[in-house]
């Protein structure tokens, strides 16, 4: 196999740098999928399940991962009539449990972009796990994780219908036709 050249230059060169803005997630309220905005934090963590074991004619040991989930532990500025976060605050005031703490996460990647307006996606069922509410002295904060309940779901976004400024999307399971890479503005 051929190594890419533009590859290359990128090792030695550090281009392309992907920022934290380029990553963005929307949650499902309803029928619409709506950008996550207001978090301050918003990092995935994963936790592994390990089978580690020494056979008797090797030197070292050997470890396979044989499970896999992953956590985002969140903190949020919170503000009024923003759906994300209405939703979010009522799995914390009414307590909800099982399904009715659950919702849907679409991660966009825009720096990988599939097709003209179509970028790379993962979408996954998480528990909205409520840690605290009313933290900071300036904004009303809540914090806590989503964790992951079920397997992700890779596909791409698109714009929602009548949105210009990706504050909603469209999710659809798979790859588009006629796929191409590179960077895209949102």
Do not use: C
């Amino acid at each position: 196999m051929a190594t890419n050249t533009k590859e290359l230059q990128n090792l030695k060169e550090f281009k392309g740098l992907v920022l934290r803005a380029d990553v963005v997630s929307f949650m499902e309220i309803g029928e619409n999928y709506y950008r996550m905005k207001g978090f301050t934090d918003l990092p995935t963590s994963k936790e592994t399940e390990e089978y580690s074991r020494k056979y008797v004619d090797e030197k070292s040991e050997r470890t396979s991962v044989t499970g896999m989930t992953s956590t985002t532990d969140f903190t949020l500025d919170r503000y009024k009539d923003n759906p994300v976060h209405n939703r979010i605050q009522e799995v914390f005031d009414k307590e909800q449990l099982a399904d009715d703490a659950t919702v849907n996460i679409v991660t966009v990647d825009f720096s990988k972009k599939l097709a003209e307006g179509k970028f790379y996606a993962i979408k996954r069922n998480h528990t909205i796990v409520p840690d605290s509410a009313g933290d900071g002295t300036d904004a009303y904060q809540y914090s806590g994780s989503f964790k992951a309940n079920g397997a992700p779901i890779d596909g791409y976004a698109e714009l929602g219908e009548g949105d210009k400024d990706w504050l909603t999307i469209k999710f659809t399971e798979g790859s588009p036709s006629g796929s191409v890479s590179g960077v895209g503005s949102h």
